[in-house]
């Protein structure tokens, strides 16, 4: 039976499996909580006991003051719950919580979608992991000088698994070095995380996400954020397309929105953008009250923003990720 977890001084709680540590249940409850190598050594997840018991699941270097000590310190990444828990742990609210981090990781796996489009996946040290906030973002430095700041596509539950969606533009260097000449195991050096399009997880209005084309890969991470916070708000995802184009997670979209009754998928694929709007505008009804996510060229956010706007949607409830070459 899993043990019911409960941090303060936010009084958020979750539960932890037999032997898993309270860092690994904490993060796949999508809580922000500190931590830094995962593995006993930096004592960035020092928590304080505050009631019930914990064991040991890892071996830990990192020498937890006497002090600390005396106060139930513990590090959540070296420690299960034995039954149910309470623990002072601070949690960052916001992307500007957490620190710029600097690591390595290896590509694991290119995955050239369509034409267009492909998917970057990187590998960090399992010591060195990137700790971000879902809809983030990380600047990629290439071996060869080739830099890039790209919205991180993964969940941030698995910091040591990143991924990235690349939309091909033949006039930069940068995505045709990786569509082209990028391979298997190189390094790629990342500085991150950056960036704002972060969910507002205190306000329960229902969600639109609406990703363009490769604009999909920080809705993914946001959608991710969305499950292990157990959302329960209407959230609707528009997926638009253009001809050539594939809807490269088609299936990991249908997969949620059937497992999900709160969760709604709508894949388009329009010749235009003012088509596009125009199914959206025509499924959507009516978006008074909703808070929307958009990942997509700057115009094209501009025009979804304004003619949203006829039917409900606030400016100041738009949210964007403005996509670059
Ligand atoms: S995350 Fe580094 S000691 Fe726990």
């Known amino acids: 039976m899993p043990a019911r977890v409960t941090l303060y001084p936010s009084q958020i709680s979750f539960e932890a ?26 004592g960035r997840c020092l928590a304080y006991l505050k009631s ?17 000590k005396a106060q139930g310190g513990l590090l959540m990444c070296c420690q299960a719950a034995s039954g149910d828990v309470s623990l002072e742990a601070r949690l960052a609210h916001d992307g500007t919580e957490i620190p710029l981090q600097q690591l390595r990781a290896k590509v694991r796996k290119l995955e050239h979608c369509d034409a267009h489009t492909l998917l970057l996946q990187l590998r960090t040290a399992r010591s060195k992991t990137l700790r971000f906030i879902a809809g983030q973002h990380a600047r990629l430095h290439l071996v060869n000088g080739l830099e890039r700041e790209l919205p991180i596509a993964s969940c941030p539950c698995d910091g040591m698994n990143l991924e990235f969606h690349l939309h091909r533009d033949a006039s930069d260097r940068f995505t045709e070095y990786v569509f082209n000449e990028l391979s298997n195991s190189t390094w790629v050096d990342i500085e991150g995380p950056c960036g704002d399009f972060t969910l507002d997880e205190d306000d329960p209005s229902p969600i639109l996400f609406i990703a363009w084309g490769a604009g999909f890969g920080p809705i993914r991470s946001l959608i991710e954020h969305c499950l292990s916070l157990e959302l329960t708000q209407t959230i609707r995802l528009f997926w638009v397309i253009h001809e050539g184009e594939v809807h490269y997670a088609e299936g990991y979209c249908r997969a949620v929105a059937d497992a999900f009754e709160n969760i709604h998928f709508h894949a388009l694929q329009t010749e235009t953008a003012d088509e596009a709007l125009q199914q959206i505008r025509e499924q959507a009804v009516d978006l008074a009250g909703w808070h929307a996510y958009i990942a997509a060229p700057p115009t094209i956010i501009d025009r979804c923003t304004e003619q949203l706007g006829q039917i409900g949607l606030q400016a100041n409830k738009v949210k964007s990720d403005p996509l670059v070459a």
Do not use: K, M
């Open 17 to 42: 499996a037999r032997g898993e540590s309270l860092l690994t249940a904490a993060l796949r409850a999508g809580l922000n909580v500190d931590y830094g190598c995962s593995n006993g050594s930096c």
């Open 52 to 68: 019930g018991e914990v064991v040991p699941v890892a071996h830990h270097d990192y020498i937890i003051s006497t002090a600390d």
